[in-house]
Structures are given as structure tokens and as C-alpha cells.
């Protein structure tokens, strides 16, 4: 009986070693797992943050083209401004007809004010 009740010990042991062993294995592979993913993460994250100041600095930069636009717009509409080698034309609406005119540049004077005094 003696012999009997070690084996069982011995058994019971094993099995428990068994058990425990295969929580601890388990446990380092998810332990290892999560270290990976929490990387992943981190590096999502940082990626992530680097994306959104790119697309700040873009919207910065959008805003100011939009700006510099606009004004270029008005220019080039109400003050009649135009680029070097451009020509200007403007279109005039009367009863359905469409009358194009060209805005002929001035011809730039040397002596401006003292050729308008003679």
C-alpha cells in the first residue's frame, strides 16, 4: 500500500509539474505577443503623430496658396493686373450679345511727367 500511495504522489506530481509547466510556457508566448503588438502599437502611434503634423503643415501651406489665389484673383479681375506676356480681355455683356474687347497695355513713356506738361 505504501508503494502505491508514492506512485500516486509520484503521478500527481508529475501531472502537476505538467500543468504548471504548460501555464508558465503558455503564459511567456503571450507575454511575448504582447510585447510585439504593444511595438506595433508604439510604432502606429508615432507614425500616426508624424502624419497628423505633415497634414497640419499641408493645410498651413493650402490656406496660404488659397490666399495668395484670392488675391491674384482680385488683382488680375478688379484692378485689371496682369503677368508679364499675358493679354488681358474683357468680356462685356449686353442683351444676349458678347462683345470681347482687348485692353491694350500703355505704352510706357521715358518722360512721363514732362511730356504731359508740353
Known amino acids: 500500500m505504501a508503494v502505491n500511495k508514492n506512485w500516486k ?3 500527481f506530481y ?3 509539474f ?7 510556457f503558455f ?11 504593444r511595438g506595433y502599437f508604439l510604432d502606429a502611434k508615432q507614425e ?5 503634423e ?8 493650402e490656406e496660404e496658396m488659397n490666399i495668395d489665389q ?15 506676356g499675358e493679354r488681358i480681355f474683357i468680356i462685356i455683356r449686353e442683351d444676349e450679345e458678347v462683345l ?11 518722360e512721363g511727367f514732362l511730356k504731359s506738361l508740353f
Do not use: G, H
Open 9 to 11: 504522489r509520484i503521478i
Open 14 to 16: 508529475i501531472f502537476l
Open 18 to 24: 505538467a500543468i504548471v509547466s504548460l501555464l508558465v
Open 27 to 37: 503564459n511567456i508566448n503571450l507575454y511575448k505577443e504582447r510585447k510585439e503588438i
Open 48 to 52: 500616426l503623430e508624424a502624419l497628423e
Open 54 to 61: 505633415e497634414m497640419e503643415i499641408a493645410k498651413q501651406k
Open 70 to 84: 484670392e488675391i491674384e484673383r482680385i488683382a488680375r479681375e478688379q484692378l485689371l493686373l496682369k503677368k508679364e
Open 100 to 110: 470681347i474687347e482687348e485692353v491694350e497695355e500703355p505704352e510706357e513713356e521715358e
